[in-house]
């Protein structure tokens, strides 16, 4: 296969000596999977794995109304922000259709880094600058200044204790501070993640980018850390029913159908799609973003339909079977009516009706560990 017109990450040679499996991902070469999916899934929910997501975009606001100009396009509420700390949120159109989702930085009351969906990392650029134009500020795409490594797991805290001066105890989940890690000065550290476990997302030069990954996977060998790819990725997010933008979330839904209203604050002020969100949330939801685990044998996939009572009423968005509960899972948009708690549906796969029951999300509940 001729990859030459893909995007590739600093890590992709390296990825490659580890028998890394590739697949384009937004444009971009990325591992796929390494020693297997369950065999990475379980490591990050027993000990630590690292993931290489470099393929993320970095957007920065800077200048005099930046915090105004980036309350305005998002829809949570960064005036409760303070330096160092992280904040997940969502743009959307004025018709309350999300642009993406995000984590904002904030570095300082005028300098805010944000990291976005590398599918819409273009988007989001253009729709900033266009959003923010009357603000006194300016919108710069960094995304080249940077690479990212995520480590993820409840080993995660003690791995990198081993490899940095930083206390990690002073860094609480959904803050931030940029530290020397592995003798590589200005890494970012950021105590989020993508997997429901404890970790970090480490933020570093391209140029670095080899050297400390190659540093933790040395040290790792004493914690059980194993190299993951995007397979695992999915499984982990989605027992934590996180969403995927482009296959949960996109332009045709808005926060409030996809159980994501409590990253929607109506009462801060004016921001882009709040009056559209305040005529869903009085008007009720007519569809919901539900779980569902298979009773009938069968893997529910993107794409396929969802019936109630011999009817379509919806898709499923995304399903995968789960390796820590060992049952197929999946979620989808069902009508209101239907969403219950404990409502039969069946999932069409290869053309029969496979039984399922929608359930309470998330699907996995971390277990209590001493991270620090």
Known sequence: ??????????????????????????GWQMPVQFTGIIAEHQ??????????????????????????????????????????????????????????DII???EAADRYFICAN?????????????A???FRCKIFDCSNEYAQLALQGPK?????????????????NFTFCDATVAN???????????????????????????????AILKVGADYGLMLCGLGARDTLRLEMKYSLYGNDIDTECNPIEAGLEWAVKLNKGDFIGREALIVETQEKPKRKLIGFKMVGRGIPRHGYDINFNGEKVGVVTSGTHSPTLNVPIGIGYVPTSVAAIGTNIDIIIRDREVSAVIVETPFYQRAKHDYS
């Open 1 to 26: 296969m001729d990859n030459s017109s893909d995007l590739h990450t600093p890590l992709y040679d390296l990825l490659r000596e580890y028998g890394g499996r590739f697949v384009n991902f937004a």
């Open 43 to 100: 490591a990050v929910r027993n000990a630590v794995g690292i993931f290489d997501v470099s393929h993320m975009g970095e957007l920065l606001v800077e200048g005099p109304d930046a915090f105004k100009a980036l309350d305005f396009v998002v829809t949570n509420s960064i005036g409760r922000m303070q330096d160092g700390k992280a904040l997940y949120t969502l743009m959307c159109l004025p018709t309350g259709g999300i642009v993406d």
């Open 104 to 106: 904002i930085y904030r």
């Open 118 to 130: 590398a599918s819409r990392k273009d988007v989001d650029f253009a729709h900033l600058r266009q």
């Open 132 to 134: 923010t134009a009357k």
């Open 156 to 172: 995660a805290a003690a791995l990198l204790t081993k490899l940095s001066k930083l206390d990690v105890k002073s860094l609480s």
């Open 184 to 214: 590589i000065d200005s890494v970012r550290v950021a105590r989020t993640g993508y997997t429901g476990e404890d970790g970090f997302e480490l933020y570093c030069a391209p140029k670095d980018a080899v050297e400390l990954f190659s």
